[in-house]
């Protein structure tokens, strides 16, 4: 079985300094390696207002962990993170199934495009410049009126 992405967002509680953020980062990263997982991408997006308040915070750090790896290795980080008294909320989601989807759809769009091209007797695929869509033509769009002073 092939490693499934996932999309790990966390709020940290506004609280925290640097190295309380990097202990976090490292814990999930210990997680994942141990697990034979892999930590993609890391972004830490700052210090931001809640929705609501959730206890007696009203705004917390958010932090996005992009990850590959085994099912096993998120009920592990979910048992971690719902514990720690770093992080107000956190969530996992798997994205690997969406890229899919938009993959499949994407293929589908461009075949049935190429359906309609060949219908019409045009080659399956645009000419560099073709498929440019018409903005604006100048001849038969009124010009603007002068604003009042």
Do not use: C, F
């Not at 809640?50 to 705004?59: D, F, R, S």
């Not at 962990?65 to 720690?84: A, D, F, I, Q, Y």
């Not at 969530?91 to 309609?116: F, L, N, Y």
């Amino acid at each position: 079985m092939s490693a499934r992405q996932y999309e790990l967002i966390y709020i940290a509680v506004p609280e925290s300094s640097e190295q309380e953020l990097a202990d976090l980062h490292a814990l999930v990263e210990g997680i994942v390696t141990r697990l034979d997982g892999a930590l993609v991408r890391s972004e830490q997006w700052g210090r931001r207002k809640l929705a609501y308040e959730i206890g007696p915070y009203k705004e917390g750090i958010y932090v996005l962990e992009v990850l590959s790896g085994p099912p096993t290795m998120v009920r592990e980080l979910n048992r971690r993170l719902k514990v720690s008294d770093r992080v107000i909320r956190h969530i996992v989601v798997r994205v690997d199934e969406v890229e899919a989807v938009a993959a499949r759809r994407k293929s589908a769009r461009q075949q049935e495009s190429a359906r309609r091209r060949a219908a019409r007797g045009l080659p399956p695929l645009p000419e560099p410049g073709e498929d440019t869509p018409a903005t604006t033509n100048p001849e038969t769009e009124a010009p603007e009126a002068p604003a009042e002073a």
